[in-house]
């Protein structure tokens, strides 16, 4: 049986534990070379230490695969192309880009610093759009100068940013940054052959298991079911040649359950009237009609949703 990824390139960002450490191992079962990026901090964005990318090459390495170790900060632009570079100079081309990398500071908006802010935002947001430039850049090169129209990029949003969670404006708005920044550079990268997609998981990771009461209060069923290696699944089949017709979608993942969020649609509309004073009874209809926003689950809050995991 062929390997979905033989032959290809790719870049994981935050590659060292949970979801990215899943993706990468993923990708190398799948016949991928792997650069293992992970800048090793805290999960609020403290400190540096290479060693759970380390143990990620060692890993795929002790499989018979390749991969390679990089710590940048995917948030520094150079760097990131400097990574990329790292890709094509070590095995001679570049196909996927898996955006994975992030951190969490979760305040109310009223305690939130700037810090908080600036720091989440760089790195979810800017750390998807650095790596993807660069990226982006190499393919549109290399497809003008006769090469294969062919690349992959998988960006990370979250549920909190689609649907929105209370303690994450930080965090909510940088995922939904980067689903709206995947649907548009989909239609921007369609005519070299690459494709953008996003996925909005739920998984267990450092990065929950706190907000989830701890590793220890969870259930060995429950970390089976949110498992990180659901969410590479759908990376990895998105990274190979069966899926170069789905671009632009965001895929919601929770365990074995799988589903696309269809995003923002025009709903109930009117015409305004001539005074701000009068628009009362306009607005209030279009209330009464409208959809209500979605919750966490995805559905609507009076609604049945997608399903959810009990912990």
């Known amino acids: 049986m062929s390997k979905l990824c033989e032959g290809r390139v790719a870049i994981v960002t935050g ?14 079962e799948q016949g991928a070379k792997v650069v293992v990026n992970d800048l090793g901090g805290d999960e609020a964005g403290g400190g540096a230490d ?19 170790v990089n710590g940048c900060n995917v948030a520094d632009f150079a760097a990131a192309g400097e990574m990329v570079q790292q890709a094509v100079d070590t095995w001679g081309r570049l196909d996927i880009v898996i955006n994975n990398a992030g951190i969490l500071r979760d305040r109310m908006v009223f305690s939130m610093s700037e810090d908080d802010w600036d720091s989440v935002i760089a790195v979810h947001l800017k750390g998807t759009f650095a790596p993807s430039h660069h990226a ?30 209370v303690g994450q404006t930080n965090y909510g708005a940088a995922k939904a940054g980067i689903a709206g920044f995947s649907v548009i550079a989909a ?47 759908i ?24 589903g696309i969020a269809e995003g923002w649609h025009l709903g109930p509309t009117a015409e305004q009237p001539d005074e701000p004073g009068d628009l009362g009874s306009v607005v209030e209809d279009l209330m009464k009609a409208a959809r209500l926003n979605a919750d966490m689950s995805g559905g609507d809050h009076e609604g049945p949703g997608f399903p959810s995991q009990s912990l």
């Open 15 to 28: 590659a060292g534990r949970g979801i990215g450490r899943e993706h990468a191992l993923m990708l190398a």
């Open 50 to 68: 290479l060693t759970p990318a380390q143990e990620v090459v060692n890993d795929i390495e002790a499989m018979g695969g390749e991969a390679v």
């Open 136 to 165: 982006a850049t190499y393919w549109r090169n290399h497809v003008k100068g006769g090469g294969e129209p062919f690349g992959r990029i998988i960006n990370t949003a979250s549920p909190s940013g689609i649907y929105g969670n």
């Open 187 to 233: 239609q921007e990268l369609v005519r070299y052959g690459v494709t953008v997609n996003c996925l909005a998981p739920t998984a267990l990771s450092r990065l929950t298991e706190s907000l989830m009461g701890g590793s220890e209060n969870i259930s060995d069923s429950a970390k089976e079911a949110m498992s990180p290696r659901w969410i590479a699944l």
């Open 235 to 258: 990376a990895t089949w998105l990274c190979s040649e069966e899926a170069q017709n789905v671009t632009g979608r965001v895929f919601d993942i929770r365990g074995k359950h799988l």
